[in-house]
């Protein structure tokens, strides 16, 4: 949808310009300027979605581990190829023992089950929160696909 919007306002940019009006013969199967503004609904409704991202410490059988969750909400849609990424912060005190970064990816799907979910093991020694970088993109369903990015800090007490 974004992209017949930027192609109009393209259009019509060239058409005043007089770069669309100089070209004589129409191109085949074209509807012209007027055709291709009645495909662009600008009064159509925005559709309303997000993702919520929230992160917590849990400590099980002498592991611990920083939980990342995704939760789409609205008409929203967690995809699964390019997936979720999240980068932990380096910093002494913590020793992350997983490689960085974490991809979660399913190329055999178009979109999670929601909601998602990356757990990292970690190792806190000095008791203070611990920073995570999250990636992720989302398509609000017949609407549009957007990316997200944001660091989440996590307490550990």
């Known amino acids: 949808m974004a ?9 019509a940019l060239l058409w005043g310009s007089g770069e669309v009006a100089a070209q004589s013969t129409p191109l085949p199967g074209a509807a012209g300027i007027d055709g291709l503004l009645d495909q662009f609904r600008a009064d159509a409704p925005e559709q309303q979605g ?3 991202l929230s992160a917590w410490i849990e400590e099980n059988e002498g592991t611990t581990e ?7 909400e609205g008409k929203t849609k967690l995809v699964a190829d390019p997936g979720i990424t999240v980068t932990p912060t380096e910093r002494s005190g913590v ?13 055999t799907t178009d ?4 909601p998602a979910m990356v757990r990292l093991p970690v190792r806190i020694s000095d008791g203070e929160p611990v920073e ?6 989302y398509c609000v369903i017949d609407f549009q696909c957007f990316f997200g990015e944001e660091t989440l ?5």
Do not use: C, K, N, Q
């Open 3 to 11: 992209r017949r919007g930027a192609l109009v306002v393209a259009l």
């Open 50 to 52: 997000s993702v919520r």
């Open 66 to 72: 920083v939980v990342v969750l995704f939760e789409p």
């Open 95 to 107: 020793e992350w023992l997983i490689p960085s970064p974490v991809r979660e990816v399913d190329p």
């Open 111 to 114: 979109y999670f089950t929601p």
């Open 132 to 137: 995570v970088r999250v990636e992720y993109a």
């Open 153 to 157: 800090t996590v307490a550990t007490r």
